[in-house]
């Protein structure tokens, strides 16, 4: 089956500092979306990709989706402690619609 | 906040109880999914109720069952609760069910079962 693959699992950074998780599907995507899930807290999305090599910026946060529609990553620009969270990317679940296989997950801490 | 809400917010069960979580979707959604998020995991999607209709279904087994009312506010029972059911249950809340519809999540169910 379907299977969304992320790395790291996690990644421990000082504030300042860049981080990037990559995301790889399986199968190739209509979409790609990414969420982020603050510790005790839920997923809130964060943006969908839907375009082939399609790159899209949210202020210190840049995404890309691949050219195959297969992989994706998300890059953070000077991280902050307000960044901590657990991303996962997310793709349709064969069948399609905006029903969701979600990546495994990256973890990020950030030091001051 | 994005106005879906569930409820309870936590719950206790032993093993091979039956358990009933709700969720009502933000205004004006009609469609809600459901998912099943184990500690240090992602979300598995488990089912999707599309105008009162399931619209999709994961690889759960069948004693997960739902119902999404008139109102597209929606249930999740569980039946012959097992050790491996306790996790994060979510709801999420989209205004259609096409594939590039954002969806809403709720603040979830931790759902333990003993």
């Known amino acids: 089956g379907q299977q969304v693959m992320q790395i790291p699992q996690y990644q421990h950074v000082q504030e300042g500092e860049d981080f990037t998780t990559y995301c790889n599907s399986s199968?190739?995507?209509?979409?790609i979306q990414w969420y982020k899930q603050r510790p005790g807290g839920h997923p809130v999305f964060l943006i969908q990709?839907?375009?082939?090599?399609e790159v899209k910026k949210q202020k210190r946060l840049t995404f890309q989706f691949g050219e195959a529609k297969k992989n994706s990553s998300l890059h953070i620009t000077a991280t902050q402690t307000t960044d901590v969270g657990t991303y996962f990317c997310?793709?349709?679940?064969?069948?399609?619609?905006?029903?969701?296989?979600f990546g495994t997950g990256t973890q990020l801490k950030v030091e001051l | 906040e994005t106005g879906v809400t569930q409820s309870p917010t936590h719950l206790i069960k032993t093993r091979g109880q039956q358990v009933t979580l709700r969720c009502s979707s933000q205004?004006?959604?009609?469609?809600v999914s459901w998912y099943q998020q184990a500690l240090g995991q992602g979300p598995q999607f488990i089912f999707q109720?599309?105008?009162?209709?399931?619209?999709g279904r994961g690889n759960f087994p069948p004693r997960f069952s739902g119902l999404q009312f008139p109102n597209y506010s929606s249930e999740l029972n569980v039946n012959a609760l097992e050790l491996d059911d306790s996790a994060l249950y979510l709801c999420?809340?989209?205004?259609?069910?096409?594939?590039?519809?954002?969806?809403?999540f709720g603040p979830g169910t931790r759902l333990t079962v003993l």
């Open positions: 999420a809340s989209s205004l259609k069910a096409g594939a590039y519809n954002e969806q809403f």
């Open positions: 199968t190739t995507l209509s979409n």
């Open positions: 990709l839907v375009k082939s090599g």
């Open positions: 997310a793709g349709p679940v064969d069948g399609g619609g905006n029903k969701l296989t």
């Open positions: 205004s004006g959604h009609n469609t």
């Open positions: 109720y599309y105008r009162e209709e399931e619209n």
